[in-house]
């Protein structure tokens, strides 16, 4: 019996594996394509906090050394000025989601994690020992935990009977890569319609073409027809389209699952929560997602620590991502371009004008500003460490190089040897290290220097000392399993 299997081998089901796999745990994904090649350029990139969480495993330059960086984001078509953000990637970057997936297959296939195509999940049965994966052709699958990462249209969601809440379609969209006889315009159109593009390809001869329908679609696969109707009610003509290499339907809605666990069945990914792509935050999510719950899931598995360290999983993420697709939703709407909604954008573009307004926006699209809720204390506490440099006895080194191995890092910056916690020492990393920088977070700006942090693998602050170490045997026990018995050192469970 497998230890995790994962229904879907996207950008988070990929992330979530390499995760369990750093943990040590028995995984494998199966994945419905029968080949590992994404058709289409679906996700075009990402933005600074996804790349510091790639940064954190040691990944990060496989993508920055294809992708291209922008520092640039934006609100209801207002720029917001992201090089001061306090990150080491305080950027965008561009890149298609066919070559994200080739580079995180390349990472887990380097961790040993089996990656099976061809197989179509049909649903489940799950007891208190394990989960049953009915597969199509008749198949049976043990495994002890099921996560479910297949997308907006989930088999693993509908058969745990989780429901998907949120907002209905009110427009849809025909996304497509087909040849052209005649040469189209090229660039955006906005009307009281919506937004419409048109661009080449590095082939020269293939167009990637985005266009609003004028009443939303079914929920068929779209033709060609469909494609060639949409264009000439826009441009008055469909430029001999010809030979599409694929043709998607995405439309406006928005929705959650109402409960991302069910016993022994996750959720992550578009599984959890799909949304319009409108301000490139989908694969960031998934990241997020898989990072969150990849050490929670592999130290519930390994006895380190009991199943309810599961349920803050959803505690955490499903605020967090909530707060995404409000946004979201938000810049969707303002995509049209009729008298209506230009004064809207006009509004949001004078309020953008003032300094705290572009701050908090850049903070929640970079996904920097993310914070969980830990409770009251010191502002990094449930926040994401920054990578500060550090000097160690080994010598310098970088917040986010000790989390290469996804394990909990206690960071004391106070006197060397002065933090003793013998009862975790095999699962928890001790650094003694001086900083001498200033402290600046995200959003909040600079925060007094700690003495000591502990770091999540997921590198986000459980516990904060101030010349004091009250609280960190509760934060030690609540996040990464009770104490070993006196005498006895724990077991690093990789």
Do not use: C
């Not at 990402?46 to 920055?64: K, M, P, W, Y």
């Not at 975790?424 to 900083?435: L, M, P």
């Amino acid at each position: 019996m497998n230890d995790v299997t994962i229904i879907g081998g996207g950008p988070t089901g990929l992330m979530l594996a390499g995760e369990l796999a750093l943990a040590g745990v028995n995984v494998e994904i199966l994945e419905r394509r029968s080949t590992p090649e994404l058709v289409g350029t679906r996700a075009r990139g990402f933005h600074a906090r996804t790349i510091e969480i790639f940064d954190q495993r040691g990944i990060a330059d496989r993508f920055l050394g294809e992708g291209r960086t922008a520092q640039v984001l934006s609100f209801a078509n207002t720029a917001l000025e992201v090089a001061s953000l306090p990150s080491r990637h305080p950027y965008t970057l561009g890149l298609s989601q066919s070559h994200v997936e080739r580079i995180l297959r390349s990472w887990i296939e380097e961790l040993e994690v089996p990656i099976h195509h061809g197989l179509d999940v049909t649903g489940f049965a799950q007891d208190d020992a394990g989960v049953d994966v009915h597969l199509a052709d008749g198949a049976l699958l043990r495994t002890a935990y099921l996560v479910g990462a297949d997308g907006g249209r989930s088999v693993v969601r509908r058969a745990a009977g989780i429901e998907f809440v949120g907002a209905e379609a009110t427009r849809s969209h025909l996304i497509a890569e087909v040849e052209v006889t005649d040469e189209p315009p090229t660039g955006i159109r906005h009307d009281d319609v919506g937004i419409h593009g048109i661009n080449l390809m590095d082939d020269g001869r293939t167009v990637g073409v985005v266009v609003t329908e004028r009443q939303v679609g079914p929920p068929t696969e779209p033709t060609l027809a469909d494609l060639s109707e949409a264009l000439t009610a826009v441009y008055g003509r469909d430029f001999g389209i010809h030979d599409p290499l694929w043709i998607s339907r995405f439309t406006d809605a928005t929705r959650q699952a109402a409960d991302y666990r069910r016993g022994r069945v996750l959720l992550a990914g578009d599984a959890a929560h799909t949304h319009p792509p409108t301000g490139g935050q989908g694969i960031g999510l998934g990241v997020q997602d898989a990072v969150n719950l990849g050490w929670k899931l592999a130290q519930v598995v390994q006895g380190v620590s009991p199943a309810t360290l599961l349920d803050s999983y959803h505690e955490e993420r499903h605020p967090a991502a909530a707060r995404v697709l409000k946004n979201v939703m938000t810049q969707a709407f303002l995509q049209r371009a009729d008298a209506r909604t230009e004064a809207i954008r006009d509004t949001f573009a004078e309020m953008l004008s003032f300094e705290g307004p572009r701050t908090r926006l850049a903070g929640l699209l970079s996904g920097l500003d993310v914070v969980y809720d830990l409770g009251e204390g010191h502002p990094l506490l449930g926040r994401r460490m920054p990578d500060l440099d550090l000097t160690t006895p080994d010598g310098p080194q970088r917040v986010f190089e000790l989390l290469h191995g996804g394990r909990p890092v206690l960071l004391n910056l106070g006197e060397p040897g002065s933090i003793d916690i013998t009862p975790w020492a095999g699962r928890v990393q001790q650094v003694d290290a001086d900083h001498t920088g200033t402290w600046v977070l995200p959003v909040i700006g600079t925060v007094s220097a700690p003495t000591a942090v502990l770091i999540r693998p997921d590198g986000h602050v459980a516990w904060v000392g101030n010349e004091t170490q009250a609280g960190l045997s509760e934060a030690l026990t609540t996040w990464f399993g009770s104490p070993a018995p006196r005498g006895r050192r724990p077991v690093d469970p990789t």
